[in-house]
Every structure is written in structure tokens, then in C-alpha cells.
């Protein structure tokens, strides 16, 4: 999403969002008190929009933003220590590590060599 967005920030606002907008949709007119409601003989709404994206869209995004700023961060291993994960593995430039024959191949032909 954006650098310094982390897993516990994501999970703030995954959770976060979706807890706000069940609970505002279950409080809103669209299931209580109005014509078309749900439940339209009952009125227990104290939410006043029928839609409340308008509300729990940009929460879930403060809360993404909180969970990435009060969450712990993780920095990982040194991309530039192969050998913790075995000789012929090699980092791509997405951080995973490649250990198939084509990455070899790949490798080796950027080093110049043959295969080993």
C-alpha cells in the first residue's frame, strides 16, 4: 500500500474495518426503523447513514496507518547472506529465495561461468 505499511497494520485494518462496518450496518436504517429496512416494524438504529462506507472506509485506512506506527516492525534477514539459506540458493530482487535449476542457470550466466 504505502512504505511503512506493515502485517499489523494490515490486520488493524482488515479486522478493524470490518468489526466498524458490521456494526454500524447492523445499527443503520437499512436494517431498522425505515420502510425498506429489514426489519421495518422495528427501530433500534442509532446510526443514521444507510450506507456506511462513508464512515468505516476512511476508519479502516487510520487504522492500517495506527497499526503500522504502534505495531512492532520486523527487519529482515540480510539479503546479502546466501549461505544461511544454502549454498546455491540466491535472492531475486523480490526478496524470495530461488532455488530452482532455472535460477541457477540464471546466476550463473550473470556471473559469467558455466554451471556447477
Given amino acids: 500500500m504505502w512504505r511503512g505499511f506493515t502485517v499489523t497494520g494490515m490486520?488493524?485494518?482488515m479486522y478493524g474495518g470490518l468489526?466498524?462496518?458490521?456494526?454500524t450496518i447492523v445499527f443503520s436504517?437499512?436494517?431498522?426503523g425505515g420502510a425498506l429496512a429489514v426489519f421495518p416494524?422495528?427501530?433500534f438504529h442509532w446510526f443514521p447513514l444507510r450506507n456506511p462506507g462513508l464512515i468505516t472506509i476512511p476508519v479502516g485506512f487510520l487504522l492500517g496507518w495506527a497499526g503500522s506506527r504502534l505495531g512492532g516492525r520486523t527487519h529482515?534477514?540480510?539479503p546479502s547472506q546466501p549461505a544461511a539459506q544454502g549454498e546455491d540458493a540466491k535472492i531475486s530482487r523480490h526478496?524470495?529465495?530461488?532455488?530452482s535449476a532455472t535460477g541457477r542457470?540464471?546466476?550463473a550466466r550473470?556471473?559469467?561461468g558455466g554451471l556447477a
Fill in 110 to 112: 550473470r556471473e559469467g
Fill in 95 to 99: 526478496g524470495r529465495t530461488d532455488r
Fill in 11 to 13: 490486520r488493524w485494518a
Fill in 105 to 107: 542457470v540464471r546466476a
Fill in 19 to 23: 468489526g466498524l462496518t458490521l456494526l
Fill in 29 to 32: 436504517p437499512a436494517v431498522s
Fill in 41 to 43: 416494524d422495528r427501530d
Fill in 76 to 78: 529482515p534477514e540480510d
